[in-house]
């Protein structure tokens, strides 16, 4: 019987490992993706929580979700090719002028 | 049809069982795979498997528009634009795998274990109950009742997204613009500056060997050194992951060709080390 | 209540002033205005009164003397009960429960210290108008000799402590800047700051013997604390008793504070024939007196002041045996006779008016031979090294004759002042019975022996015998405005111990104050015939050592007794050893502790902010992926803390 508990935990587990991606990854547009994995993830929560409550509230927030990581994407691979044009380089570890 | 699966009746049950395990077991070897894969490019493959199937747990949860636009728009649009990224920024072949933090992949480990933890704590102490009484609007109605929500309670925060489309677009558009700073150079500059360079003749094609024939394959000179010019610019980064094994010869270093206006400059585009 | 074999406690009186002065007196305060409006034209008139300003610093003192005759002859019309007289000047300190009204006491101990100190101070600035001719800055001599003048009345006239405390320092100060007067001098500078810090010494232990009694019997002035005095314990008797006892060393330079008196000749000879002879060292002494009722109720207070005085005779004698310099070997002496004077006040009210009695004679002879000593200097070029002079009984007569009466006076010869004054002394050691009696009359007697073993040295080097002298030096009798002081010093010195002893006239005087001896001996007494023996003896030895044999000019090295007492018996050693070293050791463990220490502490904050910043700085690496790690530690943290709450 699959009950809505399976998607939490798998929904945590996808967070997870999403997380720890963007931690570990250099290159930025991998960085990116993880960063996608994790909101989907929460899409799979809500999807899972609207149906836990009967309704629908919970996969409209999963589809403004989705349109907001939509935009949120376009803007950042915008701003990564603005940067890759200047410097060459794509790997994240590179803008590190704030150190001390 | 939608219904034995989303409405799950007890036929249906070992069947979502089944579709359950097989797809979550792999979305999870997926993720996994995904932030330890090398290549970029096997990364944004793993997060469409990834995608996908949690379109099918969507169509699982009575969520079959979702679903849908999970694959037509996430899959089929975002990650496709990744990939298109992708391909400008360029592929590097050689990785480093060292990390150049220190300690941050052990921090990290530790944080996502930690996370892991207290998140299943978390779901552990919260009731989960068990799936709400099924509606038709998890099933045929579904548009509509997404719709009849969005349009009355939620239109506020639809009208701010439409919005936030536009800007995103508008402000990709900004990011994305090149001021050409110097005339665009016609049809008879480009003749006459490929005349007046040191290869006037149309530059070689990639190399062609048993085993590899891809784009990137270099041609050989006659001596056995490896044609630059045999690649595209774009292609040859720093390093090169594959070599033809009976092939030797210095790396392609970065010979620059004359700089006109149009060609990338050949200097390997170092994207980033995965 | 002490139960002591002293039956001299029954006699102790204390005459409580309750009478309020009247007619003349009422003007007291007038002993003090003149010397300070003296002092205030001359410092504050500054070079404008060059020219007429020792005229005015003489002119002050004289009119205090005349005052204070007037005051005098109106005191002897009361009766003898009725001598004590007071009046307020104005109420002092007025805070809380301590009220201190700042009043004079005209009574019979004061009246005599005023007459001594303006008539001999008087004589003494006439003096010093010669002596300090030559010297341009006169004028502020005679304002710092008025300075002093003002403070030591205030000293002997004050009706409370802290009156007395006032004037205490008060002459400390001026001591301060008249032994320093050449400041150019290193040596007259370091001396002046000697002489205050000896002093200083002293005068923590008056103020907390000040102090102790306002916490035990509430007052500071005279009246309160001896109607008081009776109920207290012993031991705060005892205790206040050794602290008066402090304060009297350090001002009257006694043991152990003695040491600054001989750098103290230093100073300009009339300052060391007025504050160092006559009056300055008598206020320990004044001080003793006074505090009679209460040294009456403690043997071991007197106790320990007669031992400080005996020992300090002995002590002075033998340095000024050694002293080639004149001043100095003045300076031996009178620490010694003042020695003799705490002696006789440690013998309670039985040798308290012999003190007195001592103390007025010797203010005549002693200043009488330190103003024979500075005419000496002041005709020999400033040469003060008895070596160096001889023969000067022909050149000058005048000084000779009354150094020589002077010296006749101190060494005890009937029937001058130091024959009269001395004796009683040495009587009523005798007479205290037991082994401290008889050790202290024994000492009293030696010294007078090793007394006229010096002076007989002095008058013998410096007036008999072969010139001596420097080529260039060609001495003359002073001026008159020299000589009529020591003439009438010397009638003083003659006259002066007759005067007050014979026919008890001191002792009827003063008895109503200090209270009168149990027993008094006659003139001729068998302790009075040893002692004359003596001082005949020592005088032949002298003779014999420095009038028969010729007397070199360089110092032959000596015994080393004679060493020792070169070294001022080695009291500047002891001194540095003792507290020196140890101050300099404090000093500089202090500012070892500062800089380490206190410093360290310091710094190590400072170090420690700045070296945890320099460490907490690191995290920021300027890495996206730490910055990342971090926020995500946090999350991990929120939703553990939610956890938590939830639970």
Redesign the interface.
């Given at each position: 019987m699959v009950s809505p508990a399976h998607f939490i935990a798998l929904s945590v587990i996808l967070f997870v490992i999403g997380?720890v991606g963007?931690?570990?990854r250099?290159n930025a547009i991998v960085v990116f993706m993880c960063v996608e994995l994790m909101l989907n993830a929460a899409n799979l929560a809500f999807v899972t929580f609207a149906r836990m409550h009967g309704a629908l509230d919970g996969q409209v927030i999963a589809f403004f979700v989705m349109v907001v990581a939509a935009a949120e994407v376009v803007v950042g691979l915008a701003i990564l090719t603005a940067i890759f044009r200047a410097r060459r380089s794509a790997s994240?570890?590179d803008?590190?002028?704030?150190?001390? | 049809m939608t219904h034995s699966i989303v409405l799950a009746g007890p036929a249906a049950e070992t069947t979502r069982l089944l579709i359950y395990w097989v797809l979550a077991i792999g979305s999870v070897a997926a993720a996994l795979g995904m932030i330890l894969a090398r290549r970029a490019v096997h990364c944004a493959l793993l997060l469409a498997v990834v995608m996908l199937s949690l379109s099918v747990f969507y169509l699982m949860n009575g969520a079959p528009f979702l679903a849908l636009v999970q694959i037509i728009v996430y899959t089929g649009a975002v990650l496709m634009l990744f990939l298109f990224v992708l391909m400008i920024v360029g592929i590097t072949a050689a990785d480093s795998i060292i990390e150049?933090?220190r300690g941050?992949r052990l921090?990290?480990a530790l944080?996502?274990i930690?996370?892991l933890i207290?998140?299943s704590?978390?779901i552990g102490?919260a009731v989960i109950g068990p799936e709400g009484k099924s509606s038709a609007q998890f099933g045929n109605s579904n548009v509509t009742a997404l719709a009849h929500l969005i349009f009355t309670r939620y239109v506020f925060p639809f009208e701010l997204t439409s919005a936030l489309l536009i800007t995103a677009a508008v402000g990709a558009m900004v990011l994305a613009h090149r001021e050409r700073l110097r005339p665009k150079p016609t049809q008879r500059d480009l003749a006459a500056a490929r005349i007046a360079s040191s290869h006037p003749t149309p530059l070689p094609g990639p190399g062609t060997y048993a085993q590899h024939n891809s784009v990137d394959m270099p041609a050989l000179l006659p001596d056995g050194s490896q044609a630059e010019l045999s690649v595209s610019p774009v292609l040859s980064g720093a390093g090169r992951a594959e070599r033809p094994p009976a092939l030797g010869g210095p790396q392609p270093g970065g010979e620059q060709p004359p700089a006109v206006p149009g060609r990338a400059p050949a200097s390997g585009p170092e994207a980033g080390d995965q | 209540m002490t139960g002591s074999a002293d039956g001299a406690l029954a006699h102790s009186a204390v005459a409580i002033a309750t009478l309020h002065a009247t007619g003349l007196q009422d003007a007291a305060w007038l002993l003090l205005a003149f010397p300070l409006l003296g002092a205030a034209i001359l410092l504050l008139g500054g070079k404008r009164t060059n020219s007429w300003g020792h005229l005015v610093g003489v002119a002050m003192p004289v009119l205090a003397f005349v005052y204070g005759v007037a005051a005098f002859v109106q005191m002897l019309g009361y009766p003898a009960a009725q001598r004590s007289r007071d009046l307020t000047i104005y109420q002092f300190i007025n805070v809380g429960r301590f009220h201190v009204p700042m009043g004079l006491q005209l009574d019979q101990l004061s009246i005599c210290f005023v007459l001594l100190i303006t008539g001999v101070g008087s004589l003494i600035h006439i003096f010093a108008v010669g002596y300090m001719s030559h010297d341009p800055e006169r004028r502020r001599f005679f304002g710092y000799m008025n300075l002093f003048i003002a403070a030591m009345l205030l000293l002997v006239l004050a009706d409370n402590y802290l009156g007395l405390y006032v004037g205490w320092e008060g002459v400390g100060l001026a001591s301060y800047l008249l032994i320093g007067f050449w400041q150019y001098k290193p040596s007259a500078a370091t001396a002046a700051k000697k002489a205050f810090i000896a002093n200083r010494v002293g005068d923590a232990g008056l103020s907390l013997a000040i102090m102790l009694m306002f916490f035990q019997f509430g007052s500071v002035t005279f009246t309160g604390v001896f109607g008081a005095v009776g109920s207290a314990s012993h031991g705060v008797v005892l205790a206040i008793g050794l602290l008066l006892l402090l304060g009297a060393c350090g001002k009257s330079a006694q043991v152990p504070l003695q040491s600054w008196l001989l750098d103290a000749m230093e100073g300009p000879t009339p300052v060391s024939a007025l504050i160092h002879a006559a009056t300055m060292v008598t206020a320990g002494v004044y001080l003793i007196v006074r505090s009679a009722p209460i040294f009456d109720l403690s043997a071991g207070a007197r106790l320990a002041v007669a031992i400080v005085g005996a020992v300090t005779l002995l002590f002075g004698a033998i340095i000024g045996c050694a002293k080639d310099d004149i001043k100095k070997a003045l300076a031996g002496s009178t620490m010694s006779q003042i020695g003799y004077m705490m002696l006789a006040a440690g013998l309670g009210p039985a040798g308290y008016v012999f003190a007195i009695a001592q103390l007025l004679a010797h203010g005549f002879f002693k200043a009488g031979l330190f103003l024979g000593a500075g005419s000496v200097k002041h005709e020999m070029d400033d040469e003060v090294d008895m070596r160096r002079f001889g023969g000067l009984a022909r050149v000058m007569p005048i000084t000779w004759v009354t150094f020589g009466l002077g010296y006749l006076a101190i060494i005890g010869v009937p029937p001058l002042s130091g024959f009269f004054t001395k004796d009683p002394i040495i009587d009523a050691a005798f007479a205290k019975g037991g082994t401290s009696g008889a050790l202290l009359g024994t000492a009293a007697l030696i010294g007078a022996g090793i007394t006229a073993f010096y002076m007989s040295r002095v008058m013998l080097m410096t007036f008999a015998g072969e010139r001596r002298w420097d080529e260039n030096v060609h001495p003359h009798e002073a001026p008159p405005v020299m000589t009529s002081p020591m003439i009438v010093l010397a009638i003083g010195s003659v006259a002066a111990g007759g005067f007050l002893i014979l026919g008890n006239r001191l002792l009827n005087f003063l008895g109503p104050v200090t209270g009168v001896p149990p027993t008094l001996h006659g003139i001729w007494t068998p302790a009075g015939g040893a002692a004359l023996a003596l001082v005949v003896a020592g005088a032949a030895l002298a003779y014999l050592m420095y009038g028969r044999r010729d007397v070199p000019v360089t110092a032959p090295a000596g015994s080393p007794a004679t060493v020792a007492a070169r070294k001022d018996l080695y009291g500047d050693a002891v001194n540095e050893s003792l507290l020196m070293r140890p101050g300099q050791w404090l000093t500089r463990l202090s500012v070892y502790f500062d800089n380490r220490g206190v410093d360290g502490i310091v710094n190590t904050v400072a170090a420690t902010f700045g070296g945890s910043s320099g460490r907490l700085?690191?995290?920021?690496?300027?890495?996206?992926?730490?910055y990342?790690?971090s926020m995500?530690?946090g999350?991990?943290l929120l939703?553990?803390a939610?956890?938590l709450v939830?639970?």
């Amino acid at each position: 019987m699959v009950s809505p508990a399976h998607f939490i935990a798998l929904s945590v587990i996808l967070f997870v490992i999403g997380a720890v991606g963007v931690l570990v990854r250099r290159n930025a547009i991998v960085v990116f993706m993880c960063v996608e994995l994790m909101l989907n993830a929460a899409n799979l929560a809500f999807v899972t929580f609207a149906r836990m409550h009967g309704a629908l509230d919970g996969q409209v927030i999963a589809f403004f979700v989705m349109v907001v990581a939509a935009a949120e994407v376009v803007v950042g691979l915008a701003i990564l090719t603005a940067i890759f044009r200047a410097r060459r380089s794509a790997s994240v570890d590179d803008a590190n002028l704030m150190k001390y | 049809m939608t219904h034995s699966i989303v409405l799950a009746g007890p036929a249906a049950e070992t069947t979502r069982l089944l579709i359950y395990w097989v797809l979550a077991i792999g979305s999870v070897a997926a993720a996994l795979g995904m932030i330890l894969a090398r290549r970029a490019v096997h990364c944004a493959l793993l997060l469409a498997v990834v995608m996908l199937s949690l379109s099918v747990f969507y169509l699982m949860n009575g969520a079959p528009f979702l679903a849908l636009v999970q694959i037509i728009v996430y899959t089929g649009a975002v990650l496709m634009l990744f990939l298109f990224v992708l391909m400008i920024v360029g592929i590097t072949a050689a990785d480093s795998i060292i990390e150049t933090i220190r300690g941050q992949r052990l921090w990290a480990a530790l944080a996502g274990i930690t996370m892991l933890i207290l998140l299943s704590l978390v779901i552990g102490h919260a009731v989960i109950g068990p799936e709400g009484k099924s509606s038709a609007q998890f099933g045929n109605s579904n548009v509509t009742a997404l719709a009849h929500l969005i349009f009355t309670r939620y239109v506020f925060p639809f009208e701010l997204t439409s919005a936030l489309l536009i800007t995103a677009a508008v402000g990709a558009m900004v990011l994305a613009h090149r001021e050409r700073l110097r005339p665009k150079p016609t049809q008879r500059d480009l003749a006459a500056a490929r005349i007046a360079s040191s290869h006037p003749t149309p530059l070689p094609g990639p190399g062609t060997y048993a085993q590899h024939n891809s784009v990137d394959m270099p041609a050989l000179l006659p001596d056995g050194s490896q044609a630059e010019l045999s690649v595209s610019p774009v292609l040859s980064g720093a390093g090169r992951a594959e070599r033809p094994p009976a092939l030797g010869g210095p790396q392609p270093g970065g010979e620059q060709p004359p700089a006109v206006p149009g060609r990338a400059p050949a200097s390997g585009p170092e994207a980033g080390d995965q | 209540m002490t139960g002591s074999a002293d039956g001299a406690l029954a006699h102790s009186a204390v005459a409580i002033a309750t009478l309020h002065a009247t007619g003349l007196q009422d003007a007291a305060w007038l002993l003090l205005a003149f010397p300070l409006l003296g002092a205030a034209i001359l410092l504050l008139g500054g070079k404008r009164t060059n020219s007429w300003g020792h005229l005015v610093g003489v002119a002050m003192p004289v009119l205090a003397f005349v005052y204070g005759v007037a005051a005098f002859v109106q005191m002897l019309g009361y009766p003898a009960a009725q001598r004590s007289r007071d009046l307020t000047i104005y109420q002092f300190i007025n805070v809380g429960r301590f009220h201190v009204p700042m009043g004079l006491q005209l009574d019979q101990l004061s009246i005599c210290f005023v007459l001594l100190i303006t008539g001999v101070g008087s004589l003494i600035h006439i003096f010093a108008v010669g002596y300090m001719s030559h010297d341009p800055e006169r004028r502020r001599f005679f304002g710092y000799m008025n300075l002093f003048i003002a403070a030591m009345l205030l000293l002997v006239l004050a009706d409370n402590y802290l009156g007395l405390y006032v004037g205490w320092e008060g002459v400390g100060l001026a001591s301060y800047l008249l032994i320093g007067f050449w400041q150019y001098k290193p040596s007259a500078a370091t001396a002046a700051k000697k002489a205050f810090i000896a002093n200083r010494v002293g005068d923590a232990g008056l103020s907390l013997a000040i102090m102790l009694m306002f916490f035990q019997f509430g007052s500071v002035t005279f009246t309160g604390v001896f109607g008081a005095v009776g109920s207290a314990s012993h031991g705060v008797v005892l205790a206040i008793g050794l602290l008066l006892l402090l304060g009297a060393c350090g001002k009257s330079a006694q043991v152990p504070l003695q040491s600054w008196l001989l750098d103290a000749m230093e100073g300009p000879t009339p300052v060391s024939a007025l504050i160092h002879a006559a009056t300055m060292v008598t206020a320990g002494v004044y001080l003793i007196v006074r505090s009679a009722p209460i040294f009456d109720l403690s043997a071991g207070a007197r106790l320990a002041v007669a031992i400080v005085g005996a020992v300090t005779l002995l002590f002075g004698a033998i340095i000024g045996c050694a002293k080639d310099d004149i001043k100095k070997a003045l300076a031996g002496s009178t620490m010694s006779q003042i020695g003799y004077m705490m002696l006789a006040a440690g013998l309670g009210p039985a040798g308290y008016v012999f003190a007195i009695a001592q103390l007025l004679a010797h203010g005549f002879f002693k200043a009488g031979l330190f103003l024979g000593a500075g005419s000496v200097k002041h005709e020999m070029d400033d040469e003060v090294d008895m070596r160096r002079f001889g023969g000067l009984a022909r050149v000058m007569p005048i000084t000779w004759v009354t150094f020589g009466l002077g010296y006749l006076a101190i060494i005890g010869v009937p029937p001058l002042s130091g024959f009269f004054t001395k004796d009683p002394i040495i009587d009523a050691a005798f007479a205290k019975g037991g082994t401290s009696g008889a050790l202290l009359g024994t000492a009293a007697l030696i010294g007078a022996g090793i007394t006229a073993f010096y002076m007989s040295r002095v008058m013998l080097m410096t007036f008999a015998g072969e010139r001596r002298w420097d080529e260039n030096v060609h001495p003359h009798e002073a001026p008159p405005v020299m000589t009529s002081p020591m003439i009438v010093l010397a009638i003083g010195s003659v006259a002066a111990g007759g005067f007050l002893i014979l026919g008890n006239r001191l002792l009827n005087f003063l008895g109503p104050v200090t209270g009168v001896p149990p027993t008094l001996h006659g003139i001729w007494t068998p302790a009075g015939g040893a002692a004359l023996a003596l001082v005949v003896a020592g005088a032949a030895l002298a003779y014999l050592m420095y009038g028969r044999r010729d007397v070199p000019v360089t110092a032959p090295a000596g015994s080393p007794a004679t060493v020792a007492a070169r070294k001022d018996l080695y009291g500047d050693a002891v001194n540095e050893s003792l507290l020196m070293r140890p101050g300099q050791w404090l000093t500089r463990l202090s500012v070892y502790f500062d800089n380490r220490g206190v410093d360290g502490i310091v710094n190590t904050v400072a170090a420690t902010f700045g070296g945890s910043s320099g460490r907490l700085r690191r995290v920021q690496t300027g890495f996206v992926r730490s910055y990342a790690l971090s926020m995500l530690i946090g999350a991990v943290l929120l939703v553990g803390a939610l956890l938590l709450v939830r639970l």
